[in-house]
């Protein structure tokens, strides 16, 4: 199997599968699970995971292709999870969680502008919501299933099915080819569907290749040169050579202060500010049942510790609605969608105050509430992550010379990635004091207040206009 960055004369192998947005769109599906849930969630991942984004957004950007900054956060991911395997020292540990949480900044920002550059705009609602759905997936499906492996095997075995996922993941991403880079071969139809219909002719006898061909002609050109004219020794063009070469090197002063001017440009936009806060705001939302409700359940149920984990089902079952979501907002708009889902979900956790006795029908009345809190917020996140994309092409329309031909899509998600961190330090740590402070009921009205900060962001910054028509 030939890689897609070797140099041939055809395309490489199964090239319109590789380079496919199904086939691109279940990898960063399949990365995202891997790299931000399969492996848990703690204040230190948190924390690392939006200190490497603008970073790993920032050099994303750079190149022609996101080819390697991919495969470095996957590289990184089955290093610590190694480490974190054999570690015995709390030292060893506390690197490799860290370790985690860098790797899972970089696959997210880098997967989420990968995803950008393979689908566009029109469609970029739809396939963020499927790849956002990974997220949950890996909420609901890593700990059931790392429990019972544990449980039958202990932990080295957990370890073990980790490392073969990401392994899979590995060989998943090697396989893919970048549209950018399978665009040499493949041509676009009018639908935007691309097929391999250019002609590779072969090389015979009485034909060189374009390479040969043009060694040829600049050799002919130097025996061509009239009569006293000073033909340039090799000595003197390798120096010429260098001397361009050391021109065009980017200084670390200079990469930095562009990296600081991209980003402002970037933070001083509101469209950008406004997605970030809504993705902050649902972040909060999501983590602060992670450090009340096991508590809630526990004093106000008796429910041990298989009831107070189960209860999570009824938020994160109706994340899988996420692709849903993202068609509806690419043919309404983000706006029309985002402001629905901050309603919803400031209405429903008002109303969770209600749930305050031991009876069955307080029990439904919660799960109720809580996948309806679940499905509003989902209503938020994608189409948030989808309306930034349209915020950032227009930025890099208006700021050609800063931005790259890429655009600045990973710093873009990289600074949304920030956001969600914050949110889940700051959502379990201002529930948790609210609900000792004053109990279940101010926790969960601070959350509503929290929720219903969103709207005025998402009514006068986010777009309006569709994104996708709905013929």
């Not at 931005?403 to 956001?419: H, V």
Request: charged share 15%; aromatic share 10%; net charge neutral.
């Amino acid at each position: 199997m030939s890689l897609p960055d070797s140099k041939q004369s055809g395309p490489p192998r199964w090239l319109q599968f590789r380079s496919s947005t199904s086939y691109i769109g279940v990898v960063i599906f399949i990365a995202t699970f891997t790299a931000l849930h399969l492996v848990g969630n703690v204040p230190a991942y948190g924390f690392i995971a939006k200190q490497k984004s603008a970073v790993a957004g920032w050099f994303a950007d750079q190149g022609s292709s996101r080819r390697w900054s991919f495969f470095s956060g996957i590289a990184l991911l089955f290093a610590s999870t190694l480490l974190l395997a054999l570690g015995r020292s709390l030292a060893t540990l506390v690197i490799a969680r860290c370790l985690q949480g860098a790797s899972a900044g970089i696959v997210y920002t880098v997967g989420l502008a990968l995803l950008v550059d393979t689908v566009g705009e029109g469609q970029v609602g739809a396939w963020m919501g499927s790849v956002l759905s990974g997220m949950s997936a890996g909420v609901m499906i890593g700990p059931f299933i790392g429990g019972i492996i544990y449980a039958r095997a202990g932990h080295l075995a957990v370890f073990a099915v980790v490392l073969a996922i990401i392994t899979l993941d590995f060989v998943l991403r090697l396989f893919m080819i970048e549209k950018q880079s399978a665009r040499k071969w493949l041509v676009e139809d009018d639908y935007g569907t691309f097929s391999e219909h250019r002609q590779y002719p072969p090389i015979g006898k009485n034909q060189t290749c374009a390479q040969e061909q043009g060694i040829i002609d600049e050799a002919t050109a130097d025996i061509q040169q009239a009569p006293g004219t000073a033909i340039v020794q090799p000595s003197e063009a390798w120096k010429d050579l260098k001397n361009q070469s050391s021109e065009q090197e980017f200084s670390l002063r200079e990469g930095l202060t562009k990296f600081l001017h991209s980003n402002a440009v970037l933070l001083k936009s509101p469209g950008i500010l406004a997605a970030m806060y809504g993705g902050f705001v649902q972040s909060c939302l999501i983590t602060s049942f992670d450090s009340i409700l096991p508590l809630f359940v526990h004093e106000t149920f008796g429910w041990e510790t298989s009831g107070g984990g189960s209860i999570f089902l009824a938020i994160t079952i109706p994340s899988l609605a996420a692709p849903i979501v993202g068609i509806i907002s690419d043919r309404l708009g983000a706006r029309r969608v985002i402001l629905a889902g901050v309603v919803i979900s400031t209405l429903a956790l008002t109303l969770l105050s209600l749930v305050e006795q031991n009876s069955i029908q307080h029990v439904i009345l919660l799960c109720i509430l809580l996948a309806i809190t679940g499905f509003g917020t989902t209503m938020m996140l994608s189409p948030l992550a989808a309306d930034m994309c349209a915020t950032v092409s227009q930025l890099g329309e208006d700021h050609r010379s800063l931005f790259n031909p890429n655009g600045a899509f990973a710093k873009a998600y990289g600074l949304f990635n920030i956001a969600l961190a914050l949110g889940e330090m700051v959502g379990p740590a201002l529930a948790g004091l609210c609900y000792d402070v004053e109990g279940w009921k101010v926790a969960v009205w601070v959350m509503a207040i929290l929720c219903a900060s969103g709207i005025a962001p998402a009514v006068l910054f986010t777009e309006k206009r569709r994104t996708h028509s709905l013929k």
